[in-house]
């Protein structure tokens, strides 16, 4: 009998402990790419006239730090706006980025990593922490359909584990009306 109890509780241990603290199978973040208007609402309507902003935010749905290639993100083509129907690049509203923590950055169990850029530069609607911009000289764009799109995939690592997240989903059209 003192076999069986002994099996028993190994067994039931082993269950225990194997199987402590959640399980994430895909990535550990969430990732949304979104035009706002200059209030920092989201919108698929830009008046005519009026700036816009990129935003991408990695949130990290884990319980454990993770780290963001925040380079690249810049080097997915974040922020690169092309025409709708024919592939027509318009261009992007900075001229070029650089980052200052090559390591990539912390992002915290349940904090984000947010990067906002204006079409028309504008300090006070950027954000990219960590990283600086040379903006470009974009002005106001007329009434059309535009599609921001980008290319390649975002590193999000920590000790050993690596996950690489392509960026091409991230592709919703709109209007300047």
Known sequence: MSIARLVLFVAVSVITFSCSGPSIDGPPVTISHRILDETGRETNVIEEGHNFVFSIVVT??????????????????????????????????????????????????????RVEIPWIADE???????????????????????????????????????????MNNYEDSFDIK
């Open 60 to 113: 990290n749905i884990s319980d454990e730090d993770w780290y963001v290639d925040h380079g690249g993100i810049f080097g997915s083509g974040f922020a690169s706006l092309y025409a709708a129907g024919p592939d027509t690049l318009i261009g992007r509203p900075y001229a070029s980025v650089g980052c200052t923590q090559q390591a990539g950055v912390t992002i915290p169990p349940g904090g984000e990593f």
């Open 124 to 166: 006070s609607l950027t954000t990219t922490p960590s990283c600086f911009i040379i903006p470009g000289d974009q002005a106001a764009l007329p009434p059309g359909r535009y599609v921001p799109r980008m290319t390649g995939d975002v590193a999000i690592f920590r000790a050993d584990v690596n996950h690489r997240i392509p």
